[in-house]
T-cell receptor, first 110, second 115 residues
Framework: AQRVTQPEKLLSVFKGAPVELKCNYS??????LFWYVQYSRQRLQLLLR??SRESIKGFTADLNKGETSFHLKKPFAQEEDSAMYYC????????????FGKGTLLTVNP | GAVVSQHPSWVICKSGTSVKIECRSL??????MFWYRQFPKQSLMLMAT?????????EQGVEKDKFLINHASLTLSTLTVTSAHPEDSSFYIC???????????FGSGTRLTVV
């Protein structure tokens, strides 16, 4: 069974501070990992996927298979980063099912 | 980019009635769509996988007779909540997959309130 754990429900930082949203996963095969973001009153949007290895809005995430983690990081948080962040896992192959973590609400204070 | 339209965005219905929610892929063909349910301040729970031209695959614990899914075309999947009860009140979200490169695109969700 696949499982995604986001240990922090809430995370509050000040503008300009570094931020790290934690994500750990449990899956026996080779998963695909994603970060989705949901801004207030907006739909879920893809932020990052590990296979693309790109930086979006200053966020990066590295898949660490040894620690089964896919933490999301940004060196300098901005107020507009305040949102709900979901880590998600897909088992890949022909199965597109996504399993979501419970989400972390990030608040960036001025 | 890929766009998924979900309608209605909110609906209030009386207990015992049925409600249909539509999910359309506007600029691509989606062979697979997913329906999620989100409780307040909780994560998205996958309800079912909808494949065009075949029966939906339901997750464990989801009543297939209560949550009817139809995926009759490559651009439309519908979720019908039958004989709705107050405990069915929730936020329902669909997502569609175009291909593995583009990944998943989400609808804006439907807030269902059963009174």
């Amino acid at each position: 069974a696949q499982r995604v754990t986001q240990p922090e429900k809430l995370l509050s930082v000040f503008k300009g501070a570094p931020v790290e949203l934690k994500c750990n996963y449990s899956y026996s095969g080779s998963p695909e990992l994603f970060w989705y973001v949901q801004y207030s009153r907006q739909r879920l949007q893809l932020l990052l996927r590990h296979i693309s290895r790109e930086s979006i809005k200053g966020f990066t995430a590295d898949l660490n298979k040894g620690e089964t983690s896919f933490h999301l990081k940004k060196p300098f948080a901005q107020e507009e980063d305040s949102a709900m962040y979901y880590c998600a896992l897909s088992s890949g192959g022909s199965n597109y099912k996504l399993t979501f973590g419970k989400g972390t609400l990030l608040t960036v204070n001025p | 980019g890929a766009v998924v339209s979900q309608h209605p965005s909110w609906v209030i219905c009386k207990s015992g009635t049925s409600v249909k929610i539509e999910c359309r892929s506007l600029d691509f063909q989606a062979t697979t769509m997913f329906w999620y349910r989100q409780f307040p301040k909780q994560s998205l729970m996958l309800m079912a996988t909808s494949n065009e031209g075949s029966k939906a695959t339901y997750e464990q614990g989801v009543e297939k007779d209560k949550f009817l899914i139809n995926h009759a075309s490559l651009t439309l999947s519908t979720l019908t909540v039958t004989s709705a009860h107050p405990e069915d009140s929730s936020f329902y979200i669909c997502s569609a997959v175009r291909d593995r490169v583009d990944g998943y695109t989400f609808g804006s969700g439907t807030r269902l309130t059963v009174v």
